[in-house]
């Protein structure tokens, strides 16, 4: 007979076997499912439809755009070199005139009189010199023969010197009013358009009295300032205090309404100094305005070619994306995977990144699509628009 104790161990030994056998069943189930979800297609790496483009390198020319002042290429007071009454203005008021074309008249009867008078005391000199050279020749024959003295001689040669002195200060003396009539007429020192006149005709001037302007508006010059945290600012400066004339620049002119300036022009200087008052470097740039299109005042938008680069490539900015090492795009290998690159930017140019470095012909790049894209991932591919 078995005794009960014993019965219930053997029963309690019989439940944990079972138990065991259960979970080793339950376990081998799970990994045959495990591996049939391993085996099965769907539950692989589904591949990413991308827009890519094809690469090829191109040259371009790297441009910034600078607000500007268009100025007359000369700006020239017009004066009065004599003093007298202002007879008559001989332009209209902001016409073009040539250089050399009259402006004014100063009344020249002053003049014509102190001509006259100042040929009149130079004909007398040269009638004084002509009487000393006779005086001098008698002396210095009779001298030859030692009929007077030494003394009388020297007091000869002097007095003919003395003359031939004076008949010089007199021919000066003409020409300087030959001059002063001459400037009674006041022309035009350039080429150029007029402004108003300052003083108005019966006016009785000073010397150097002010007149009028005259503006030279072929060429102009634009002035404009470059901004002392602009890298292409750095470069021009440095240029320009060389003295090779390196940094001049081609230049083109946006008109206030948007258009384009048909001429281009130069950049002929550059400040080799930034003003502490402003943080900039003052410009100057040259342009042809043989039509007057552009007007003195004007204010306009200057557009540098600052650099010309060979061998880069211009891509759409949203191509673009962040890396762990900087700037990054995605590429698109033989095998249809994603690679990510690493690139060097330049400069935004019309909407398009300018990409340095990083980048070679052919390759294929990921311009839609490349948010969901990671390194070595399987792509569909589709030509972008």
Known sequence: MTH???QRTTAQYSAIIGLVLTAVVALSACMNGNDETAADPQAEQRSVSVAVMKLSSESVEVESDYAGRVRGSREVEVRAR????????????GQRVEKGDPLFRIDP???????RGARAERDDAAANLELANREWQRISRLFEQDAVSQRQRDEAEINRDLARARLAIREAAVADAQRNLRYTEVVAPV??????ETVPEGSLIDRNALLTRVTQHDPVHIRFSLPENDAAVQRVAR???????????SARVRLPDGSWYDERGTVDFTDSTIDARTGSVQSRAVVPNADGGLIPGQF???RLIL????????????????GPNGPT?????????ARQVDIELGSLIDGRQLVLSGLSDGDRLVVDGQVALSDGAPVQVREAD
Do not use: N
């Open 329 to 337: 795009v995605f590429l698109v290998d033989g095998d249809d995977k």
């Open 300 to 302: 306009v938008r200057v």
């Open 239 to 249: 240029r320009a205090m060389s003295g090779t004339g390196e940094h001049e620049y």
């Open 191 to 196: 080429t150029g358009a007029t402004d108003l």
């Open 109 to 115: 009867e002053p003049f014509e009189i102190a001509l």
């Open 307 to 322: 650099q010309r680069l060979e061998d880069v490539y211009l891509i759409p900015a949203e191509a673009v994306g962040e």
């Open 4 to 6: 009960p104790a014993r």
């Open 82 to 93: 004599v003093e007298g009454i202002l007879e008559e203005r001989l332009y209209q008021e």
